[in-house]
């Protein structure tokens, strides 16, 4: 497998003395690339903090985590800034668009640190919402739009910069089935047809079940680490997911 996600051991606690809380207490896997993974498990088990580590947002406090060849659990401040800004894309479950922006004006935000014209980053928010199928909508305010096509929006913005690693944390979690089934289609057209890796952390096994891999963790530790092939024969609907995304691709009109 080439692996693009590796870690080993991260451990981490939050806050000191009688309240601390051990979020992570040994947590070890690699994820191939081009792959979209589910991470699962009982709140509270860790999952928030192991995707923030990832996302370089957070530090661990022992452990190794590498991203695309970023040691985030060695790299400076300056290193830090430099990998969020051009290899990592995060959405969470609030979409947290900003309201007074369009669609488009939102994802192009998302393009503010790189050095590029404002007609390559109109270019590229029209590309991206095109991959989140929202061709027709780039020009709505986020009250105009239903909560799915919200969380396309900011999908949409974490990967206009083109990230090698997308982290997606509980994306469905205010979403219906149906919205949240063509957050799924989203998810894996991204990894299948953009190079694109993502990992979300999801409660739902069905969303879990259409993922290449599902990796649970319960109290701060990876307790099952299941194949692809295992998960695809338990999820059936799981199958059934995947083949949607793939017409919806087509439909589409996509390479
Ligand atoms: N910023 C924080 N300060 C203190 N404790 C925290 C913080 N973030 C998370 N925790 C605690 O760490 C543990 C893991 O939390 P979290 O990673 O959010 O789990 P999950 O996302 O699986 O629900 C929980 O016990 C939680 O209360
Ligand atoms: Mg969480």
Redesign the pocket.
Known sequence: MNAIVDVRDLRKT??RGPLA?Q?LRGVTFSVGAGTLTAIT?P????????LSVLAGLDAADSGYANVGGVNLTAASARELTLYRRRQVGVVFQAYNLLPSLTAAENVEAGLEFLSLSIAEKQRRAREALSWVDLDGLADRFPAQLSGGQQQRVAIARAIAREPALLLADEPTGNLDRDASARILEVLWNLTRHLGCTCIM?THDLELAGACDRTIR?SDGAVVLAADESGVRHRHRSGVALQAAAEQAWARAGHR
């Open positions: 939050h806050g809380a979020a498990g709140s509270g088990c860790g999952k928030s903090t192991l952390v963790l």
